[in-house]
């Protein structure tokens, strides 16, 4: 049975794409079997690997309004082993069209279903909002990861966040449990990045794990996307390419 890891943050542009995008990679690439649901309507993920976001006759927002199953809208990309459920813009009115359904919360949990034994790993990337479709994420999530850009204010919004996912813990009884706080954009040389580094640390104590492996703040990550292709295969000796492989050897011993 596949494990489910939504990779949420409301807080905007903290690198929730670029992780879901690279480190699906990663875990393809040692041999894993990974499925990327693209839940987020700006479609970056999609984008990521080079899949067009106009004229995609499946994406998440079919399988969300029961036009297709989640099988038939799996779609293999460049990478042996690892698939994209692609979205869009269409997905933009699916929280409105789905907020009048019943148990409009479980939804994807339920499209999931049919596909989980096939993956070892199906990522979700989520949009930056506490809306409809993050609530769907982390119903259908066994557990969550959250990256934290190394900027002041980044824990802005954290309370909320945690709030959110204990609610949705007690409420709907779906423990989504923290697998790990990721520390992104992340320049150690900095005063600024070891500060917040250590806030970070100090906000979630004992109580959550923090990857050992941070993101480095690094070009190549910023660029793969408009060759439409993970970092990864983009620049292979880049700090940002090493960080996500380690970071996808780190969550695979976790499960040891
Ligand atoms: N480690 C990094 N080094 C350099 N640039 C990065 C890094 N991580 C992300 N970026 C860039 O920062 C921007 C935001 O990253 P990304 O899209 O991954 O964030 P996000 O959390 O998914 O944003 P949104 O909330 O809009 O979905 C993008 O332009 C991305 O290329
Ligand atoms: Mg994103």
């Not at 104590?205 to 292709?229: C, D, H, M, Q, W």
């Amino acid at each position: 049975m596949g494990e489910v890891v939504a990779i949420i943050n409301q807080k905007g542009g903290c690198g929730k794409t670029t992780t879901a995008v690279n480190l699906s990679t990663a875990l393809a690439l040692l041999d894993k079997k990974v499925l990327v649901v693209d839940l987020d309507p700006q479609g970056n993920a999609t984008t990521g690997f080079g899949v067009q976001k106009s004229d995609l006759e499946r994406t998440v927002y079919t399988v969300l309004s029961r036009q297709a199953t989640m099988r038939e809208a799996v779609t293999p990309t460049m990478v042996e082993g690892l698939f994209l459920v692609p979205s869009n813009i269409s997905l933009s009115g699916a929280e409105v069209e789905l907020s009048r359904e019943i148990g409009f919360h479980s939804i994807l949990e339920e499209a999931l279903k049919e596909v989980k034994d096939i993956f070892d790993y199906i990522l979700i990337d989520v949009p930056p909002s506490l809306g409809i479709l993050t609530l769907n994420a982390l119903v259908a999530a066994d557990s969550v990861i959250i990256p934290i850009q190394a900027e002041y204010y980044a824990l802005e919004g954290m309370a909320d966040l945690l709030k959110t996912i204990n609610l949705v813990q007690e409420r709907l009884q779906s423990p989504a449990p923290i697998k790990g706080i990721l520390m992104t954009l992340y320049d150690s040389r900095t005063r600024l990045g070891r500060d917040v580094h250590h806030e970070v640390k100090k906000f979630f104590g004992e109580e959550e794990y923090i990857f050992k492996t941070t993101i480095p703040r690094n070009v190549r990550l910023a660029e793969a996307p408009s060759y439409g292709k993970p970092c990864i295969l983009y620049d292979q000796e880049s700090t940002g390419t090493i960080a996500y492989i380690k970071l996808a050897q780190e969550m695979v011993k976790l499960e040891d």
